[in-house]
């Protein structure tokens, strides 16, 4: 069993950075891909990055463009999401997700763990 908490979002202006966490319980926490995808209002969920297990190689989805990194501290149980030039269009709530096998890193549904989310809002 996985828990997965997220924080880190909030309001700020276009142009800002956050960084996002996900802290997880359970064992075996450096052998779970970690991902991040988003939903906003009407929107259908949407990946945003996915980091392997002990290599740490990531994915990110096409929207991202060089302005997020993923990485993990497997010794904290905990993977970050840093986003730079934050954009009104980022605005969503951002997920966590967790899965010891994933044979598709974009899709939601190959994900079984997932956190609560947390908001992230970006406006002037």
């Known amino acids: 069993q996985v828990q997965l908490v997220e924080s880190g979002g909030g309001l700020v202006q276009p142009g800002s950075s956050l960084r996002l966490s996900c802290a997880a319980s359970?064992?075996?926490?450096?052998?779970?891909?970690m991902a991040w995808f988003r939903q906003a209002p009407g929107k259908e969920r949407e990946f945003v990055s996915s980091?392997?297990?002990?290599?740490?190689?990531?994915y990110y989805g096409d929207f991202v463009a060089g302005r997020f990194t993923a990485s993990r501290d497997n010794a904290k149980n905990t993977v970050y999401l840093q986003m730079n030039s934050l954009q009104p269009e980022d605005t969503a709530v951002y997920y966590c997700?967790?899965?010891?096998?994933?044979?598709?890193?974009?899709?939601?549904?190959?994900?079984?763990?997932w956190g609560q989310g947390t908001q992230v809002t970006v406006t002037s």
């Open positions: 980091i392997t297990g002990s290599v740490g190689v990531t």
């Open positions: 359970g064992r075996s926490f450096n052998k779970y891909v």
């Open positions: 997700a967790a899965d010891f096998s994933v044979r598709r890193w974009n899709v939601a549904d190959d994900y079984y763990y």
